[in-house]
Each structure stands twice: as C-alpha cells, then as structure tokens.
C-alpha cells in the first residue's frame, strides 16, 4: 500500500511544479510588459519606409568651400508603408542641423521630428554627410529614433541636393534652398 500512496504524491508534486513554472512565466511576462509601458517602450517589428519630397533651407548658402551652416526644412511623406505600425500610410517631418559642409562634401548632425497620420509622433537625432555620386549631390542621413513611436530604432534616409551643380554654388550667396524627393526608412535596415 506503501507504493501506491507514493505515485498520488509525486503526481501531485509535479503538477505543483508546472503550475508554479506557468505561474513564474506569467508573472515574468506581465512584469515586462508593465515596465516596458512605463518607460514608454515601443519595440519596432519590421520596418516603416516612406517616400516625398522635402525642401531645405541653408544658412548662409552652400558653396564650393566648406563653412558652418545651419540646415531647416520641412518634408511630405505621402507614402508610407509600415509593418510596424499598420495605421501609418503617411507623415510630414521638419528638421534642423547644424555642421561644416559646401555644395559637394561635409558632415552635419541634427534632429527630426515626424508627426505621423496616426496622430503619433516621432524623436530622430541624425548625421547626415554630403558626397557627389557622378553629378548629383547626394546627402545620405542615419541615426535613431529617440523619442516618441518606434523609439530605439535605427533610421536612415536619402536626399538628392540637385542633379546637376547649380550657378549658385559658384557664387559668395550660395545655395540657399533646394527641393526634391527624400527616402526614409525606419526599423530593421
């Protein structure tokens, strides 16, 4: 009789453990989960790709000689598409950075903020360097979102300055403003 006592006992332990494993499990999971909504935590799965135009203000002007300028504009994302974020099908974004750079080289560090068609914002801190690919002017931009929806992911993006050198690189002015398309990318690039 002895043995047969023995089997209910240990079948019991062992469902004592597994209940006392799934509880364990369910607590760790709700502790993440609460701790990542508090510290405003958005993990970004996938990726958020957006394309517009964007137009960009230089102060002074660039020109062929590298100087201290200061950068703003102002972008519209009409299409963006997100497995991130679902709701997202397009943003507007204004930006700001400051570095040494002329119409063909320089580096630039700044910060973009996105407001997405959702009503969500987006934080991106940024460096930006300027290269000439064949005859086009290209500004090729990496960072991190900082703040706001998709936080802690990386972001990357490209801008065509102008296709071909403009006059105004050549004068003291110089470039004070240019438009064209932009590419931004955001998540797992």
Do not use: H
């Amino acid at each position: 009789m002895s043995t047969l006592r023995l089997v209910p006992l240990v079948a019991s332990a062992s469902r004592g453990l597994r209940f006392a494993g799934i509880a364990i499990g369910g607590l760790i999971l709700l502790v993440t989960t609460l701790v990542s909504a508090a510290t405003g935590a958005r993990a970004a799965i996938g990726t958020t790709d957006c394309t517009g135009s964007q137009t960009v203000t230089y102060t002074p002007g660039l020109t062929d000689q590298p100087r201290e300028v200061t950068v703003n504009g102002k972008a519209d994302l009409t299409r963006c598409v997100s497995s991130s974020d679902p709701t997202i099908s397009q943003a507007t974004s204004t930006f700001s950075a400051t570095g040494t750079f002329s119409c063909t080289s320089g580096r630039r560090a700044g910060t973009r903020r996105i407001t997405w068609n959702n009503g969500n914002t987006s934080t991106l801190s940024s460096t930006s360097t300027v290269s000439v690919n064949g005859a086009k002017s290209l500004v090729l931009i990496k960072g991190m979102v900082v703040d706001g929806e998709f936080k802690g992911a990386p972001w990357t993006g490209t801008f065509i300055m102008f296709s071909t050198k403009p006059q105004d690189c050549l004068t003291a002015q110089g470039l004070t403003t240019a438009s064209a398309p932009v590419v931004l990318g955001i998540g797992s690039l």
